[in-house]
C-alpha cells in the first residue's frame, strides 16, 4: 500500500491481521474499498439460503462466523464494491457510507484460453447429427450448490430419461439426487479443478446451466456462469435471477427458466437443434465480448467509480507542476544544514497552488519496517522512507540496487515531471539513472562535493583538508588506500552530473569546484540557500563574559579539536563557550568536556530547532566555525550574520564567502592549527566592548528563502518544460 493510490480489500474478513493492514490504509492517507460477489456480510439474509441446510452443522456455523467477519471488515472499511446492483444496495443497507458496482467480468488470459479452446473444437471433427451425443455442463464449485441443483433435476431426469444421447457432466462438488442415480452411466461427476482445466472441460459440452433459487442472496449474485459459457461459443440456459435476466435476452442470446417446465422446454429445445446452440452460442460470444472485455468494463463501470487515470496528464502549467524531492534525511530525522533547507524548500514548494511535492527519504534503522519501504505524512507531503546501506558499504552509498527499486516504485505512484536531487547520498547516483531511462527530468543541488570524492567532504583520514581542485584519481587512491570501486565510482557519477537538466550550488567558490572538473558554466548555477529571519531584536546582556558558540558536535571535520586546543590555552576566565550537542536530543550525550583543562566556563546545549533560533543566537556574542573543509556553504554562519553575532570561520570556502573580515566578523586559515583561531578569540577578549551595539552592515544581502524558493522552482519547471518538447 506504501505507493498505492487506492486499496481494494477482496473479500477479506476482519481477522486482527486484516484489522490491521485497515489501520494502516488509514495511517497512509487511503481510504480502503472492501468488496465482494456475494452476499456474505448479512447473517439473517444468508441463512434463507436453503443451501445451508444441505451443510454439516459445523461447516454451517463456520460460514455464518465468516458472514459476521466480513460484515465488520465491510463496515470497517466503510466503502465497498459488489459486483451486482443488488448486492451494492444491500451494503448500503448494512450502513455502508458508499457502494459501487463492478461487475464480474473477464480478464485476458481467460479470453486467451478460451479462444484457444473454441479454436480446438473448430479444427476438432464435426459432431455427426441425428444421435451425436449432446452433453449438459453444470460447474458446482462448491458444496453450497445441492438446492440449486434440485431446481432442474426433475426435467434432467425426464431429459435423461427422453434422450439416450444425451449427457450430464458435473464439475465441482454435488450431492447428485437418488432420482438421477439410475443413469449414472451417462452421468459424469469430476471433483472440483483448477479454473484452466475447468474452462476446457466445459467446452467440450453442448450446453451450459446456471440454475439459482428465487432468493434476495442469488439475486445478489453475478452471471460469471454466463459469461463463461459465453466465451467457450455454447449456449447457457440460467434462471432469471437478477444479473442475468438483465443480460438474457430468451431464445437469443441465451435461455431463461424459472419452472419446471420451462427449465424442460428449453432444454429440449436446445438438445434437439444443433444448429441453434451454435447461432446462441455464437450472439451470446459477441454480447459477452462487447459487454465483459477488460475494455468495456473499465470504460463503463471501473471509469465511473475511480475517476480517469493519469496516462496523459494534461499540460503543465494547466495543472500542478509534480515535484519529487531526494534528500538522505528528512523530520522526524532532521539532521543537518542540508535537512533544514531541504525540509523549508518543500514546505514552501508545497504551499505553492502551482505545484505538489513528495518526498523520497531515509528512516531509521531501528524501524520495524526493516528494509521496507515505508511512507508517512509531513506537513501535508506525501513522504515516502527507505533504508540506508551500512556506513561501510562505500559501493551501495552510491550505487545502491534496493534504494533503485523503491525510489522506481515511487516514481511510478507518484508520476513527477521532474525530480529534485537534494541531497542523496546513501540512495546512490543510480537512483537518477532510473529518471534518465523513464525520460524524467531531474535536477541536482550539489551540497557537498560527495559527486567528486568518496569521502564526501573532502577531508583525508587525518582530518585535513585535501586540497585538491582538479580532481586526480591517484591521489584519492592514496586517501582510501583499500578502495577498489573508485573508477567506476567516478563513472557514475560524472555521467549522471552530464545527463541532469540543470545543476545548483549553494555558493560560487562550490560551483568554481565544479566547473575545474569538467562542468560547463551554462550548467551549473548559484542558488543560495536561504535562512529564517531573527524573530525580534537581538537581547545582549551588558557586561559580562564574552559568551562563544560551537554548533559542530565532536566532529573534527568541523574543528572540535581545533577549539579544544584553543580554550585549553586561553589564560583568562572571562568567557563562556557553549557547545552543542547535537545527540542530546536522541537521548545521549557525544561530547564530554570532564577532563578539558581550562579557566573558563563551558555550557552544553541540545541541538535547537528553527523556531529555536534566536533565543539561542540571543545566547551568544561570536560563532566559532573552523571547518577543516571548503564548505559548500555554511547555513549556521548565516544564520549568525542575520543576528549581527560575529563570525570566526575557515576561509576560503562557501562558509566565508558573505563574512568580510574585520567587518563582521574574522577569517582564519584552513590549515589545521589552533594558533590563528586563538589569535581571532583572544583578539575578541582583549577588547570585548568592540560586540556592544555591534550591528551587520551586510544583512540584508543575506538570502531568504522566498529567493531561493523562487529560483529554485523557475529552474524546476524549465526542466520539467523542456523536456516534453518536441
Known amino acids: ?166 449427457r450430464l457432466r458435473i464439475v465441482g462438488e454435488l450431492t447428485l439426487p437418488a432420482s438421477l442415480r439410475g443413469h449414472a452411466g451417462r452421468i459424469e461427476e469430476i471433483p472440483g479443478t483448477d479454473y484452466r482445466a475447468y474452462l476446457a472441460l466445459l467446452a467440450e459440452g453442448d450446453i451450459a446451466l446456471a440454475p439459482l433459487e428465487a432468493t434476495l442472496f442469488n439475486d445478489a449474485k453475478s452471471n460469471i456462469k454466463f459469461q463463461e459459457a459465453s466465451i467457450l461459443g455454447i449456449p447457457c440456459v440460467c434462471s432469471p435471477r437478477a444479473a442475468f435476466a438483465e443480460v438474457i435476452e430468451h431464445g437469443s442470446n441465451g435461455m431463461l427458466a424459472d419452472t419446471d417446465a420451462q427449465w424442460e422446454q428449453a432444454l429440449e429445445t436446445l438438445i434437439r437443434d444443433a444448429g441453434l446452440r451454435r447461432r446462441m452460442g455464437g450472439v451470446a460470444l459477441d454480447e459477452v465480448l462487447s459487454r465483459y472485455a477488460p475494455g468495456p468494463i473499465a470504460r463503463t463501470q471501473v471509469l465511473p467509480l475511480f475517476g480517469e487515470p493519469d496516462a496523459d496528464l494534461p499540460a503543465i502549467g494547466s495543472r500542478p507542476l509534480r515535484v519529487l524531492m531526494a534528500n538522505v534525511f528528512l523530520w522526524p530525522r532532521s539532521f543537518g544544514g542540508a535537512t533544514i533547507v531541504a525540509e523549508e524548500l518543500a514546505r514552501r514548494l508545497h504551499a505553492r497552488d502551482d505545484v505538489q511535492v513528495s518526498v523520497f527519504t531515509s528512516h531509521g534503522s531501528d524501524s520495524d519496517r526493516g528494509d521496507a519501504l515505508l511512507r508517512y505524512d509531513w506537513d501535508g507531503i506525501p513522504v515516502f522512507a527507505t533504508a540506508l546501506p551500512p556506513p561501510d558499504d562505500h559501493v551501495a552509498s552510491f550505487d545502491n540496487p534496493r534504494a533503485v527499486a523503491h525510489f522506481g516504485a515511487v516514481l511510478d505512484a507518484v508520476r513527477p515531471d521532474v525530480v529534485h536531487a537534494h541531497s542523496i547520498q546513501g540512495f546512490g547516483a543510480t537512483i537518477l539513472r532510473l529518471c534518465r531511462e523513464r525520460g524524467i527530468p531531474y535536477v541536482v543541488s550539489l551540497h557537498d562535493a560527495w559527486f567528486l570524492c568518496d569521502r564526501q567532504f573532502m577531508v583525508r583520514g587525518d582530518g585535513r583538508y585535501c586540497f585538491q581542485t582538479r580532481i586526480d584519481l591517484r591521489v584519492c587512491q592514496a586517501c582510501v588506500p583499500h578502495a577498489r570501486h573508485l573508477e567506476p565510482r567516478r563513472t557514475i557519477m560524472e555521467q549522471v552530473l552530464r545527463d541532469a537538466a540543470h545543476l545548483l550550488s549553494p555558493s560560487a567558490s562550490h560551483r568554481a569546484l565544479f566547473l575545474a572538473n569538467g562542468i560547463q558554466p551554462g550548467r551549473i548555477s548559484v542558488n543560495r540557500n536561504g535562512l529564517h529571519a531573527p524573530l525580534r531584536p537581538r537581547r545582549r546582556p551588558a557586561g559580562g563574559p564574552v559568551r562563544f558558540g560551537f554548533v559542530g558536535g565532536n566532529e573534527r571535520i568541523k574543528g572540535f579539536h581545533l577549539v579544544r586546543q584553543a580554550f585549553e590555552s586561553l589564560r583568562g576566565t572571562d568567557w563562556e563557550l557553549v557547545l552543542v550537542d547535537n545527540t542530546l536530543n536522541l537521548g545521549f550525550s557525544s561530547i564530554d568536556v570532564a577532563d578539558w583543562k581550562v579557566h573558563g566556563r563551558i555550557t552544553i546545549v541540545p541541538a535547537y530547532r528553527q523556531d529555536g533560533l534566536d533565543d539561542f543566537f540571543d545566547g551568544i556574542d561570536v560563532l566559532l566555525f573552523p571547518s577543516q573543509w571548503k564548505e559548500s556553504y555554511g547555513l549556521t554562519v548565516r544564520e549568525a550574520l542575520a543576528r549581527d553575532v560575529w563570525v570566526i570561520t575557515t576561509a576560503p570556502g562557501g562558509q566565508s564567502e558573505e563574512v568580510i573580515d574585520g567587518v563582521n566578523g574574522r577569517h582564519i586559515p584552513l590549515d589545521g592549527q589552533p594558533h590563528r583561531l586563538i589569535a581571532a578569540i583572544e583578539e575578541i577578549l582583549v577588547a570585548p566592548d568592540r560586540l556592544a551595539g555591534h550591528i551587520n552592515p551586510f544583512r540584508d544581502t543575506l538570502a531568504d528563502y522566498a529567493t531561493q524558493t523562487g529560483e529554485l522552482h523557475a529552474v524546476l519547471l524549465q526542466a520539467a518544460i523542456s523536456a516534453v518538447r518536441p
Do not use: K
Open 1 to 166: 500500500m506504501t505507493c498505492a493510490t487506492e486499496v481494494i480489500f477482496y473479500r477479506v474478513p476482519a481477522t486482527l491481521e486484516a484489522r490491521l493492514l485497515f489501520a494502516e490504509a488509514r495511517r497512509l492517507g487511503l481510504r480502503p474499498y472492501w468488496e465482494v460477489d456475494d452476499l456474505i456480510f448479512d447473517e439473517a439474509l444468508y441463512r434463507r439460503n436453503s443451501n445451508l441446510a444441505d451443510l454439516e452443522p459445523a461447516l454451517r456455523e463456520e460460514l455464518l462466523r465468516g458472514v459476521r467477519l466480513y460484515r465488520r471488515a465491510m463496515l470497517d472499511c466503510n466503502r465497498a464494491i459488489a459486483s451486482t446492483p443488488v448486492l451494492a444496495q444491500a451494503m448500503r443497507d448494512a450502513g455502508v457510507a458508499e457502494a459501487g458496482c463492478v461487475e464480474n467480468a473477464l480478464d485476458e488470459e481467460t479470453l486467451a484460453i478460451a479462444q484457444g479452446l473454441r479454436e480446438a473444437r473448430l479444427a476438432g471433427p464435426a459432431p455427426a447429427s441425428g444421435t451425436a451425443p449432446v452433453t449438459i455442463v453444470y460447474g458446482s464449485g462448491t458444496r453450497t450448490h445441492d438446492a440449486d441443483f434440485r431446481l432442474v433435476e426433475p426435467a434432467l431426469r425426464r431429459l435423461l430419461e427422453r434422450h439416450p444421447q444425451l
